[in-house]
């Protein structure tokens, strides 16, 4: 399988990096300074968990110069970019490709299905903590890294989603082809969707979510409110969240905070709209009370204008 990676930051890097090291045919997108250390350097990754630093060579270029058609495409771009690879997927992807976005934002499956009917687009998201810490360096917080991928039709699946589930695993890549994916890309966005709206709420790091207090009160409240969002949605949680996203915290660096954070900290575009205020529309559209992300959201709207 030929495998293309659109992003090579905290979600796509990671990625990128165990494959190539499983010997996998694999390619990132980057651009900038990034690109320039990637293909001069290779990329490095440091574990804040135990101290090591390693460094494996791997192909990078530009969407310009990327001539191969990929049997996979996983796009691990920010929301907010996620319409601007349309027209390069158009041009790179063959019959058969298969395309798996891996966005924080929930529905981005669906919504990159549409713009792109005549290919198989799934649904898919990743536990992983990891950020590029200055070109060509990632920092990963923690040792979680698991992927879900799926089809949201049962009759679109297909013989090749068990071989990428395959190369995944062989990689380190804890990875689960899901029946639900929509439940499963729900019980993902319970977690990223709260720790990133509670860090921003009290400019928190994962230290704060780890002992008794506001922030971790609010965390857990607006898990709840995504549980009660996801049962009317007609995809029901069955599993406790509230435990099951504690422990995913639990396995970061203290310092670790969440990308849409950092973004909104360095004036950069952030996810903010699909993560928080997105809740918010919900919530109203499937009648479902989500006060701790209305507080939430009424203070950052006001702070970032």
């Known amino acids: 399988m030929k495998y293309l990676i659109i992003g090579a930051g905290g979600t796509g890097g990671p990625l990128g990096f165990y494959l190539t090291k499983a010997g996998k045919d694999v390619t990132l997108i980057a651009r900038g300074a990034h690109l320039k250390a990637l293909s001069e350097q290779g990329l490095t990754m440091e574990r804040l968990w135990n101290g090591t630093r390693e460094t494996i060579l791997v192909k990078a270029v530009d969407m310009e110069h990327y001539d191969e058609q990929p049997d996979v495409i ?12 349309v027209p390069f997927i158009r041009k790179v992807m063959k019959k058969n490709t298969i395309v798996i976005p891996i966005l924080n934002i929930y529905g981005t499956g669906g919504k990159l299905q549409k ?25 990963q917080y923690g040792k979680v890294l698991s992927l879900v991928f799926g089809v949201r039709d049962q009759s679109e699946t297909r013989p090749e989603l068990e071989e990428i589930r395959a190369d ?21 966005f319970s977690y990223v969707s709260p720790i990133g709206a509670a860090g921003l709420y009290y400019n928190a790091t994962a230290a704060d979510f780890m002992k008794e207090g506001a922030p971790r009160e609010s965390f857990k409240e607006m898990i709840r409110e995504i549980g009660a ?5 007609g995809h029901p949680f ?28 360095a004036g950069k575009p952030s996810e903010i709209d699909g993560l928080v205020y997105e809740v918010v ?3 109203k559209e499937y009648d479902v009370p989500v006060p701790e992300y209305e507080k939430v959201a009424a203070k950052l709207s006001r702070e970032l204008k």
């Open 74 to 85: 996983l796009v691990c771009v920010k929301g907010y970019s996620l319409d601007d690879t």
């Open 115 to 139: 713009l792109l009917p005549e290919i198989l687009v799934t649904d898919g998201c990743i536990y992983v903590a990891a950020a590029i810490k200055e070109p060509g360096v990632l920092e």
């Open 168 to 188: 995944l695993e062989s990689c380190g890549i804890r990875t689960l082809l899901s029946h639900h994916i929509q439940r499963a890309a729900l019980e993902k």
């Open 229 to 233: 969002l996801a049962e009317a949605m």
């Open 238 to 265: 069955h599993k406790d969240m509230v435990t099951r996203n504690l422990e995913v915290l639990s396995t970061l660096a203290p310092e670790a905070t969440t990308s849409m954070q950092r973004d909104v900290m």
């Open 281 to 283: 529309r919900l919530g």
